[in-house]
């Protein structure tokens, strides 16, 4: 069965890749500060929306990875980001997902952490079918967790740990 789970992850992370089911940055280098990063989101998002945004962004902190697809089965962008504070332990990441209900605000549907092992791109995500797929590594094993959001609510619906 853990087999199964885990090919039909990466089965699902890879169609999603292909076919350009969400947009992701993995920063390899360099954390983007939120200025930065508001940029990027600049290029495909209304102004009012990334304005929105950084109004809910907590100040001071590095993204260090992000994801956009849609989790709430709107046809509207749906994003999940990865950041650092200085008051995080160094290998752990706190993770927000926004739900864009209306094209112009994001509403935060959930926040936690993950935790990084290796590199920071253990820390990853990938939207498929209205699920949320989420990477991270907790010590030596590697943790997969699905989410879906329905009725206004971001719901931890699997994790699997290898």
């Known amino acids: 069965m853990k087999k199964t789970f ?3 992850s990466l089965i699902a992370i890879l169609v999603s890749i292909k ?14 500060e939120v200025e ?3 940029s990027i989101l600049d290029e495909f998002l209304p102004e009012r929306l990334v304005d929105n945004l950084e109004e809910q962004l907590p100040k001071g902190v590095k993204i260090v990875n992000y994801g956009m697809g849609d989790i709430s089965n709107d ?4 994003l999940v980001i990865a950041y650092k504070t200085n008051t995080l332990p160094k290998n752990t990441y706190k ?3 926004f739900i864009d209900e209306n094209l112009n605000t994001f509403t935060k549907a959930g926040e936690f952490n993950a935790q990084w092992r290796d590199t920071p ?4 995500f990938t939207f498929k079918n209205q699920r949320l797929y989420v990477s991270s590594r907790k010590s030596e094993k590697w943790c997969f967790e699905i989410y879906s959001y329905t009725n206004n609510k971001l719901t931890l ?4 740990i290898y």
């Open 6 to 8: 885990i090919i039909l």
């Open 19 to 32: 076919s350009g089911a969400q947009v992701s940055g993995s920063n390899e280098s360099t954390d983007f």
């Open 36 to 38: 930065t990063f508001l």
């Open 75 to 78: 046809s509207l962008p749906d």
């Open 95 to 97: 993770v927000m997902v």
């Open 121 to 124: 791109e253990d820390v990853a």
């Open 157 to 160: 619906q699997a994790t699997e």
